[in-house]
C-alpha cells in the first residue's frame, strides 16, 4: 500500500501572512516619504540659488541705471577693473565713486559671502567699444564650495 503524501496547509499555515504585508506596506510607505523628503531638500537648495541669481542680476541692473543716468562721468564707476586670476577675484584700484561705494554695500548685505573685493565693474571708454560697463557680481552660497556670479554688459552713449 502506497500512500501519498499530500501536504496540507490549513488555517494554521497562513498566520502572520497578513502582518508580514502591512509591514511590507510600512516599509514601501517610508521610503516613499524619504524620497519626497529629499526631493523637498533639493527643491530648497534650488529655490535659494534662483534667488540669489535674482537679486544678483537686479543688482548688476541697478548699478548700470545709475551709470546710464550720469553718462558724461562714466570712467568714474571702475571697481577692480583689471581681470587679476580666477572669477570673482579681480584686481585694481576699488572705486572711490560715492554710488559705487554705496552700491557696493548694498551687494555685501543683499548676497550670502559676497565682498566688495569679489565685485567688479569695468569700463572701456575707447571709441571702439563706445563706453561699454561690464559689471560683474559674485557670491558665495551657504553650501558652494566657489563662488558663483553674473556678468551684465551695457553700452552707455
Given amino acids: 500500500m502506497r500512500r501519498e503524501m499530500t501536504s496540507y496547509r490549513g488555517p ?5 501572512v497578513m502582518l508580514l504585508e502591512a509591514l511590507i506596506g ?11 523628503v529629499g526631493l523637498q531638500a533639493s527643491m530648497i537648495r534650488a529655490t535659494n540659488d534662483v534667488q540669489y541669481r535674482s537679486e544678483a542680476t537686479y543688482l548688476a541692473n541697478q548699478i548700470i541705471g545709475r ?3 550720469d ?10 577693473p583689471t581681470g587679476g586670476g580666477a572669477t570673482c577675484d579681480p584686481t585694481g584700484a576699488d572705486g572711490t565713486n560715492a554710488v559705487t561705494t554705496a552700491w557696493l554695500t548694498t551687494v555685501t548685505s543683499t548676497l550670502p559671502g559676497a565682498t566688495a573685493a569679489m565685485q567688479q565693474i569695468v569700463v572701456d571708454t575707447t571709441a571702439a567699444a563706445n563706453n561699454r560697463v561690464t559689471v560683474r ?3 558665495r552660497g551657504p553650501q558652494d564650495a566657489a563662488p558663483r556670479n553674473i ?3 551695457a553700452n552707455i552713449n
Fill in 12 to 16: 494554521r499555515a497562513q498566520e502572520g
Fill in 26 to 36: 510600512i516599509l514601501l510607505f517610508t521610503v516613499g516619504i524619504l524620497a519626497l
Fill in 137 to 139: 557680481v559674485c557670491w
Fill in 71 to 80: 553718462r558724461t562721468n562714466v570712467a568714474n564707476y571702475a571697481h577692480r
Fill in 151 to 153: 556678468v551684465a554688459t
Fill in 67 to 69: 551709470i546710464w543716468l
